[in-house]
């Protein structure tokens, strides 16, 4: 099965970046998609964007498009963030998907343990 392990993630100011990586490993054949969630205090984990293992086309939610980018480089996922707002502050995860569409949680077979990113204001 497909292992993922996050990393990247702190405190950081309002207004500033971070980049996470998401490592990978295993049989990356299996891979359509990979993707980014969050989840913060309260509230129930979230879809952040996603890319097509093949690459090009990428997706994100609309609160972090212009903001955020995903991109891949062999076994090493990546989640470029700027201007980062306090709101950002989550949990995030890294997730394979093995198929082709859809961004609900049960669309992604294989999770990460997740980085904690803490933005303040």
């Known amino acids: 099965q497909v292992q993922l392990v996050e990393s990247g993630g702190g405190l950081v100011q309002a207004g500033k970046s971070l980049r996470l990586s998401c490592a990978i490993s295993g049989p990356t054949f299996s891979i359509y998609r990979m993707g980014w969630f969050r989840q913060a205090p309260g509230k129930e984990r979230e879809f952040v964007a996603r890319v097509f293992w093949s690459g090009g086309a990428t997706y994100y939610t609309d609160s972090v498009a212009g903001r955020f980018t995903i991109s891949r480089d062999k076994n090493t996922l990546y989640l470029q963030m700027n201007r980062l707002k306090p709101e950002d502050t989550a949990v995030y995860y890294c997730?394979?998907?093995?198929?082709?569409?859809?961004?609900?949680?049960?669309?992604?077979?294989?999770w990460g343990q997740g980085t904690q990113v803490t933005v303040s204001s």
């Open positions: 997730a394979a998907s093995r198929s082709r569409d859809g961004t609900r949680l049960t669309d992604f077979n294989s």
